[in-house]
């Protein structure tokens, strides 16, 4: 007997300690059990405006006991304040709430005419039969700054060519508190033609918001062939409310324009097959820049050698030109005939300029003599023949 005391005694002490043990054990490893009850919550509890602006805020319902109807109002609210609750497009005062549900309200809160600029806080109480939950809301009301614009652009100057398409990136940015819609103009005056891109489409306006900026490309495509110099325009932007402008410049470095021609005009000669024929030409630069290192090359006929004095010339100032020899000397079998010969001069910072020239080769009067004598040899030979023959 005292053996089964013993055993049952034993028996009562584990099923004590595994009492005491397990909700320890659950207190400390197991998560806890969220309490049943209404739960009322927004993402954003406190919103800053503008005066004379609206608020509002997206309300979020959700229960973990037993389904019910809860309503909505408002406590501490400001005065002249509305609050209008609205869910499933219509105005709503009461909201049904379910477990495993989110239910979405949406608060609109109007303000008054000549509120002031302040912090004004309120609650919303959700109120159900057995549960009841309150959430404490803030509106900050500020004076809004009207939209300000503002360009920046790192490189307002540019230099290049009178062929070049000056590309400017220009920020336009938005200081206010207020969204607004401006209308961009370039004015390039009559040499430039501008285009303005945003995102590589052209436009003439432009939406940004309260804050934003937005990076714009201005393009400046000059008209026709510009002289050098310095070519200054504005790039605008307006709005209802505001308006800024920035100063853009292309700087015209000019480039030389290179005519190959004679002192006379006439681009036609005469040769001698065999014999050297000098011929006079002029480098004229018609360009806006100085002509520096020009070179001098032909393309010849085949079988001729064509030498320039000089072959090369250091610059070539705007408007002026410059004498230059070139020695023909056609192939010594060349046939009498017209030829082409092309005459070049690329300076080293600029494009090629080139003339072709008719050249008018005949052979030498001295093989036309030997001519005359073989003829008039073979024509006494033949004379003498018939003679001699004929009398026979």
């Known amino acids: 007997m005292r053996k089964h005391w013993l055993f049952a005694s034993f028996i009562v002490l584990l099923l004590s300690v595994g009492m005491l043990v397990v909700p320890a054990a659950a207190q400390e490893g197991q998560p806890p059990v969220s309490p049943q009850g209404l739960t009322m919550f927004t993402t954003y509890p406190s919103q800053v405006i503008g005066l004379g602006e609206s608020v509002t805020f997206d309300l979020k319902f959700r229960t973990d006991g037993e389904p019910e109807i809860v309503t909505l109002e408002t406590a501490s609210l400001p005065d002249g304040w509305k609050v209008t609750f609205r869910g499933g497009g219509k105005t709503i005062q009461s909201v049904y709430v379910q477990p495993d549900e989110t239910v979405s309200v949406n608060m609109r809160v109007e303000l008054p005419e000549g509120v002031q600029a302040g912090v004004y806080d309120f609650r919303v109480i959700a109120q159900g039969k057995k549960d009841k939950a309150e959430m404490p809301l803030t509106v900050i009301i500020k004076e809004k700054l009207p939209p300000k614009l503002q360009f920046k652009v790192d490189l307002p100057t540019l230099r290049g060519t009178p062929s070049t398409t000056f590309r400017y990136s220009v920020v336009l940015k938005n200081e206010g508190d207020e969204d ?12 430039f033609l501008m285009h303005i891109k945003y995102a590589g489409k052209e436009i003439t306006s432009l939406p940004i918001e309260a804050g934003s900026s937005k990076t714009l490309s201005v393009e400046a495509e000059p008209v026709g062939d510009i002289a050098a110099g310095e070519y200054p325009f504005t790039l605008k932007a307006q709005s209802d409310t505001a308006e800024t402008t920035v100063a853009l410049t292309a700087q015209v470095t000019g480039r030389p324009d290179l005519q190959v021609t004679t002192p006379e005009g006439v681009l036609s000669a005469q040769a001698t097959a065999g014999k050297e024929t000098p011929l ?11 002509a520096r290192d020009v070179e001098l090359t032909s393309s010849n006929p085949s079988g001729w050698k064509v030498t320039f004095d000089p072959a090369r010339i250091s610059e070539i100032p705007v ?31 600029a494009s090629t300029a080139s003339a072709d020239f008719r050249i008018t080769v005949t052979t030498s009067t001295l093989w036309g003599l030997v001519g005359v004598v073989l003829i008039a040899i073979a024509v006494g030979v033949v004379g003498m023949a018939v003679s001699r023959f004929g009398r026979r």
Request: charged fraction near 20%; avoid cysteine.
């Open 280 to 290: 006079k030409i002029v480098i004229r630069n018609n360009g806006s820049a100085p």
């Open 319 to 349: 408007g002026n030109e410059t004498e230059v020899t070139v020695t023909i000397l056609p192939a010594e079998k060349a046939l009498a005939g017209d030829y082409v010969l092309t005459l070049r001069a690329k300076p080293a910072d």
């Open 180 to 191: 607004t819609t401006v209308n961009l103009i370039a004015d390039g005056g009559n040499s």
